[in-house]
C-alpha cells in the first residue's frame, strides 16, 4: 500500500524550530519529486518547499526561503523539512507529496501534521 506520513508538528513559540518528517511506504520516496504544502485556516494551500528526484534541485516559495531546509535521507525513505525562524504566519496544516515534477501535479499525499504558534 503506498502512503505518506507526515510527522513532527506541534505548538512552537515565535523564533523556535521544528523538523517535519515526510515517512514513505509501499515506494522509494528517490524516484519522485518531493513537496512541502502547506494550509493555513481560511487560505489556499501552498507548496513551499520540493527536491527534485532527478538532481537534488529544491525550491523553496518566498514566504519561507532562507528559513527552512528540505532534505532527503534515501536509506530512511524519508524526506524532512527544517524549519527555522518560525513566525505565527507559518501556522498551518503541512502536507507532503510525492510526483513527476516539483510545481506540478502530484501522485501521492499525506495525511497533514498541524504546526500552530503558541504565543
Known amino acids: 500500500q503506498v502512503q505518506l506520513v507526515e510527522s513532527g508538528g506541534g505548538l512552537v513559540q515565535p523564533g523556535g524550530s521544528l523538523r517535519l518528517s515526510c515517512a514513505a511506504s509501499?515506494?522509494?520516496?528517490?524516484?519522485?519529486?518531493i513537496g512541502w504544502f502547506r494550509q493555513a485556516p481560511g487560505k489556499e494551500r501552498e507548496e513551499i518547499s520540493c527536491v527534485s528526484s532527478s538532481d537534488g534541485s529544491t525550491y523553496y516559495a518566498d514566504s519561507v526561503k532562507g528559513r527552512f531546509t528540505i532534505s532527503r535521507d534515501s536509506a530512511k525513505n524519508t524526506v524532512y523539512l527544517q524549519m527555522n525562524s518560525l513566525k505565527p504566519e507559518d501556522t498551518a496544516v503541512y502536507y507532503c507529496a510525492g510526483g513527476s515534477s516539483c510545481l506540478d501535479e502530484y501522485d501521492y499525499w499525506g495525511q497533514g501534521t498541524q504546526v500552530t504558534d503558541s504565543s
Open positions: 509501499g515506494f522509494t520516496l528517490d524516484y519522485y519529486d
